[in-house]
């Protein structure tokens, strides 16, 4: 469970990051498609306004190429024709100033307006009276300033164009007979970049609320597993046993690993229970004898035997020895809890496995003086395994006295210690009553004992090997029996060396 509450909290901390991570995402993008929309609108104005100074000029060219035909300075009378009808020209009167438009006007000068929005021609004589305007204006007029187009501003903003080009005679190239000026009061532009301006608007609130909208499709991808987790735990609260779990996908992501561990977590859950439950039945078994035979003496005692030497003294002796039994078999139970806790933790306690194998060795040939105990290290000092002292001796004691428990015949046990790449192999031999195949499925079972009746005459509980296997495993290594009956069993453990 707290394996499950990391990735839960580890998940969220990464849901976070990518809700967050998104909508920083999507601002950026946002962000970036509103720069590259105002950048676009940017150039596109200074395209159309460069485009509406060229057809300004364009336009006051046209003019003046109709009127530099008279010829004569301009007045009222000799300008008429041009105002009201568009005057018929040859080709040998094609303009060439500037390289623009070398044809004159398609239309009546008096109808600018309609072919030409937001467009005002007046024409001056050479004196700068006005002798003719397309509409009244206070465009001012600057005639030692006709090089270049000016820009007219109202509170900073370009409100207008304004040039004034100098009419000269067809037939003398020097001869001034008057001026014209056009002023282009960008009324088109504003309408043009109105409109973009709008469709920019337009655009750009359709973006935000495609982000938003992508946004929150990714925030219920993202929360749509994690709903299902939580409605999975519900139901493992509401029913421990449920079989209820998580669909793994083949994506490698942090939903997919969390789907896995909850699996996981529920299986080891339910493996736990079953194992809870079938080691309450068989302590329950197990004390059931001692506590009986315990019992029955005491009620013995309380009606009658107490006054009877031999019997008193029996029914202590025989409580004694069940006391003893109980009280044995409450340390293993603590043992192999303690072993069950460390499965899988690693720890950083070393050590030097010849040195505790030749001591264990010492000890049994002087407990056990009737036995042959065979020792043979093939391996250099020093062998430093990655485990600690007191769990190997543990697992040794066992192991020996178990071969010792089941000898038979044949009092002889070998113990052997190699080394590999990188683990130490121990392997503990004996010739004994040998367990049967049957019986090797079950012999890391709880309270598991291959011949009962002999098991308990020695004090056996049963939880001798399981105790090493959950300490073996416990530290990463393996343990592995062969056992033949009638010929012994050998027993080969293998344990990590420390890097």
Request: glycine share 6%; hydrophobic share 40%.
């Amino acid at each position: 469970m707290k394996i499950l509450k990391e990735k839960i909290r580890e998940l969220k901390t990464n849901h976070s990051i990518r809700l967050t991570w998104g909508l920083i995402s999507g601002g950026a993008f946002f962000l970036m498609y509103l720069f590259f929309t105002l950048l676009l609108i940017y150039n596109f104005k200074k395209w159309t306004l460069h485009n509406e100074k060229e057809e300004l000029v364009e336009l006051q060219v046209q003019i003046v190429n109709n009127l530099k035909q008279e010829g004569r300075q301009l007045d009222t009378q000799n300008i008429q024709k041009y105002i009201n009808a568009t005057p018929e020209l040859g080709s040998e009167e094609k303009a060439t100033e500037n390289n623009h438009m070398d044809k004159g006007l398609s239309y009546p000068l008096k109808n600018i307006s309609m072919y030409r929005q937001g467009y005002i021609v007046s024409i001056y004589n050479v004196e700068m009276q006005e002798i003719f305007s397309t509409q009244p204006h206070q465009y001012a007029v600057d005639r030692y300033r006709t090089d270049e187009v000016r820009e007219v501003y109202e509170n900073r903003k370009l409100t207008a164009f304004n040039d004034l080009m100098p009419v000269y005679s067809i037939f003398d190239e020097k001869e001034l007979i008057g001026y014209v000026q056009v002023v282009n009061t960008l009324d088109r532009y504003e309408e043009m970049i109105t409109h973009i301006h709008l469709l920019a608007l337009i655009l750009s609130t359709i973006v935000l609320l495609v982000s938003f909208g992508a946004g929150l499709l990714l925030s219920n991808s993202f929360m749509r597993p994690i709903n299902r987790l939580i409605s999975a735990m519900k139901e493992i609260q509401r029913n421990p046993e449920s079989d209820i779990r998580l669909y793994e996908g083949k994506q490698a992501n942090e939903i997919e690993k969390l789907a896995m561990t909850y699996n996981d977590m529920v299986d080891l859950m339910q493996r736990n229970i079953e194992n809870q439950q079938q080691f309450v039945e068989d302590v329950s078994h197990e004390l059931r004898t001692p506590i009986s035979v315990v019992e029955g003496y005491l009620n013995m005692l309380n009606r009658w035997g107490k006054e009877d030497p031999n019997i008193l003294e029996e029914s202590i002796t025989v409580s004694l020895q069940e006391i003893h039994r109980i009280k044995s078999m409450v340390q293993e139970m603590l043992s192999l809890s303690r072993a069950e806790q460390m499965m899988g933790r690693f720890t950083n306690d070393t050590t030097s496995l010849i040195e505790v194998v030749r001591q264990t060795h010492a000890n049994f040939e002087m407990l056990y003086p009737d036995f042959l105990f065979t020792l043979d290290i093939d391996a250099k000092e020093p062998v430093i395994g990655q485990i600690s002292q007191g769990h190997f001796e543990q697992i040794l004691i066992i192991l020996l006295e178990n071969a010792v428990k089941y000898s038979k015949d044949r009092l002889e046990i070998h113990i052997s210690l190699s080394t590999e790449i990188h683990y130490a192999t121990l392997v503990i031999q004996d010739f004994g009553i040998g367990i049967g195949e049957k019986d090797l499925l079950n012999i890391f079972n709880r309270f598991y004992r291959v011949d009962k009746a002999r098991s308990r005459a020695s004090g056996g509980t049963g939880l001798g090997l399981p105790i090493a296997k959950q300490l073996i495993e416990g530290y990463g290594g393996t343990i592995q029996v062969d056992s033949v009956v009638d010929y012994g069993t050998i027993f080969r453990i293998r344990i990590p060396l420390a890097k």
